[in-house]
């Protein structure tokens, strides 16, 4: 999996984006203990609409930013998010009123929006050749993981020595070292659309841009939900969303009320749910080696509904130390089955769309797929709080099946296609007339006759 690293400009920016997520991972942890002194016991309501702040920022800001990204250079744009957010860190631990907390974050988010669909839009041009841009993705995959088991603790060492406003510093250090990579990496160039007569014969991506911003910041989204597999990977978000939505806003609920265990076992649980996940994301680069990205994801999103069945029934057991491993072999199995729907995305949106449409299409995927959580997100709790947590479970795990059963219905296979890229049905890429080209190698299409043409399917 390392072997990726060898490339430079790869290697640059899998570091920018290890540096800044330790810089917002400290970011987090800072911000609960400011919301804290600023809001006392209300700090959690305070923390929730951050969280809800960060979601509309995700869902509003990406598609409008990629939208103005032509005309300003990749590098330059991801440059300048951290440039951004890294400012808005330096700002945080002068804040005196809970509004100013919310004017940041937006801020700060949007510069997230910004960044994050960018970066993800360049590895596979810096990285075309299908085993090496799986490792990364799997590189990804774990960096975050890594992430939400790393900072935390570096955040608690810190904190025995500075006062929590010093792990703003710390982000900001973070975003300004994650800039210099960044700026020191050479990016290829981006690929311009051609212009094209535009006719019934011809396939969405082929057709010239509309000039106007909304337009643009709205292709994305169309071209995201116009091809089959793309629409089946945003309920497959919407699956992993509800597993990752139920452990991150009731894993206290679980740990302190269910099961009445002491607040240090909350971490705990949250590390089994990134175990879980790290665990795939070190093994999952051999199989899709081997086996299509549909026979991973589909069966992963059906895998959440077994879980949410057996938390429920967790949920309504009587007391018994057994519940606590359970929980944690829970947690574990949810973090493996969302590392399996998320791992192998950029694979498929890579797949599914021209090489010119790739960042519109990473930024759309983007703001849906934390639509999907801005939806969870509400769910898991309010349910929680309300109804109960066995409610929550058989509601988000009713979430879950619907999403399984519309994916599998969008992303049909081709009996005997044994395709490592896991192409649907109708995926042969379309030509200037709309015909198909005949697919072949390893991927299933010519690199000559494939690249720049949108797969349907």
Not at 103 to 121: D, E, G, N, R
Not at 250 to 267: F, S
Not at 304 to 321: E, M, R
Not at 425 to 438: E, I, W
Request: hydrophobic residues 55%; positive net charge; proline residues 7%.
């Amino acid at each position: 999996m390392l072997s990726v690293l060898r490339n430079r400009t790869y290697l640059h920016l899998f570091a920018a984006q290890i540096v800044a997520l330790v810089g917002t991972g400290l970011a987090t942890v800072a911000l609960g203990l400011l919301a804290y002194d600023l809001a006392g016991a209300d700090a959690g309501s305070v923390l929730g609409t951050a969280l809800a702040i960060k979601m509309l920022a995700y869902v509003g800001i990406a598609p409008v930013v990629s939208a103005l990204a032509h005309r300003i250079p990749r590098r330059r744009l991801m440059a300048a998010s951290d440039l951004t957010r890294a400012a808005v860190a330096l700002t945080l631990p002068f804040v005196t009123e809970v509004w100013q907390v919310y004017v940041l974050i937006f801020v700060l988010q949007s510069a997230s929006a910004a960044f994050t669909p960018a970066f993800q839009s360049v590895i596979p041009e810096v990285l075309p050749a299908e085993r090496e841009y799986t490792r990364a993705l799997s590189l990804s995959r774990l960096a975050y993981d890594t992430e939400s088991l790393v900072s935390p603790v570096l955040a608690a060492a810190l904190l025995a020595l500075v006062s929590y406003n010093w792990l703003f510093w710390g982000t900001a250090a973070g975003f300004l070292a994650s800039a210099a990579l960044v700026v020191s990496a050479v990016l290829p160039k981006p690929v311009l659309r051609k212009p094209v007569r535009p006719g019934p014969d011809r396939p969405e991506s082929a057709r010239p841009e509309r000039a106007g911003v909304l337009a643009r910041s709205g292709r994305g989204t169309r071209l995201f939900l116009a091809v089959p597999r793309l629409r089946a990977m945003l309920a497959l978000d919407l699956a992993a969303a509800a597993a990752g939505a139920m452990v991150i806003v009731n894993t206290v609920v679980y740990v302190r009320g269910q099961l009445g265990r002491p607040a240090a076992d909350v971490p705990i649980a949250l590390g089994a749910y990134g175990a879980g996940s790290m665990a795939v994301a070190l093994l999952l680069p051999r199989v899709l080696d081997r086996v299509p990205d549909r026979i991973v994801m589909l069966p992963a999103a059906f895998g959440i509904v077994g879980l949410f069945a057996l938390l429920a029934a967790l949920t309504a057991a009587g007391p018994g130390a057994w519940r606590w491993p359970v929980l944690l072999a829970v947690w574990a199995a949810f973090g493996a089955a969302g590392s399996l729907i998320l791992t192998p995305t950029g694979r498929v949106l890579r797949d599914s769309v021209a090489k010119e449409d790739l960042p519109a299409v990473f930024a759309a995927q983007f703001s849906l797929s934390h639509g999907c959580w801005l939806l969870t997100y509400p769910l898991a709790g309010w349910l929680g709080a309300t109804l109960g947590l066995g409610a929550a479970s058989v509601a988000l795990g009713g979430v879950a099946l619907a999403s399984g059963a519309l994916a599998a219905r969008a992303w049909r296979a081709v009996p005997g296609a044994g395709s490592v890229t896991g192409r649907a049905a109708g995926s042969a890429p379309v030509g200037p007339a709309g015909r198909r080209v005949r697919p072949r190698g390893l991927s299933g299409v010519p690199r000559s006759a494939g690249a720049g043409r949108r797969l349907p399917g």
